[in-house]
């Protein structure tokens, strides 16, 4: 199994199958309130526990900012991470930034160490910034992030549901992954929700899961309990036997297939097997 970088937030790590995939961009897209900051900074200080070298840009937050509005969820020691440089805050003024490969990137690029997570809170003000032409740049962007470290991106869901604007469909196209946060309801047992839209490269939980935000934890995702834990790994010979088939009368490179299928770990793997057998025989 590939290493994965841990979110940093419980439950999310089920859902993603491990983790981010090391040097992707990943979104959190959602409106206004649903945990984006929350989220962001769960992810830093569990870098910083690991060890990783921790830098939050953002067009709204200086370290003022920041150290008040962690401090509230019951993250006080953040700054202390500050004053001993394991997380470099940057605020950036959005006007300024018309360019993606400016100031920017030359603070990312004099920050980054071996392993570094990146977050910027959020996107939207830098791409809604940037003009047509420019556009093109977001991808050569997210590549220069890659390259940098593993990126989490926040960006901002328009109220009115709209995902046809650029500031939106840009990062998802681009991206890597994309977790899609929801306040579904008012005053619901649980109202607030969460689901994969998509994960590059990787294995993801289906469907919505509930999420609550709570003082000193943050966000906590629930519900993956229903998430099967323990990988089941699927003997192709037995599933080969139990159908009346033999190796012989399948296609070689179908078999291939097959048997990466059943060494996944892919939950429904066996029946997902045992269907595409019913239909090469
Ligand atoms: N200590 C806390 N206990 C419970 N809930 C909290 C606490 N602190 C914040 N929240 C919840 O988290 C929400 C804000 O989370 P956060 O700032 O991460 O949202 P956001 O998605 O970044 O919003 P924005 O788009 O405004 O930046 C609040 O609306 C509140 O519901
Ligand atoms: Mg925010």
Known sequence: MMERIKT?????????????????????????????????FQYLLKGIEEGDKCIFISFDMGEHEVIKHTKAIGWGEIADYISEGKLSINKFYAEN????????????????????RIVIDSFTPMISSLNMESRNDVNWFFNKLR??????????????????????T???????TVIHLKNIGYGEAFSRGLRVIKHRGSWHAEGVFPYRILDGIGVLVEGTDLIEEEKEVVDLEEVLQEMNMKRED?????????????ESGNPGARDAIMEILKKVS
């Open 97 to 116: 930034v018309s360019y993606v490969n400016n100031d920017l990137l030359n603070i990312l690029t004099g920050e980054s160490e071996l392993n570094t």
């Open 250 to 262: 399948i296609p070689e490179s179908l078999i291939r297939r097959l048997e990466k299928l059943a």
């Open 170 to 176: 840009l990062p998802i196209f681009l991206s890597d």
């Open 8 to 40: 940093g937030v419980i439950g999310l790590d089920d859902v993603l199958g491990g983790g981010f995939i090391p040097n992707s961009v990943n979104v959190l897209l959602g409106s206004a309130g649903v945990g984006k900051t929350i989220i962001s």
């Open 147 to 168: 390259e940098l470290g593993t990126t989490l991106l926040t960006v901002e869901e328009p109220m009115n549901g709209d995902f046809g604007d650029a500031s939106v």
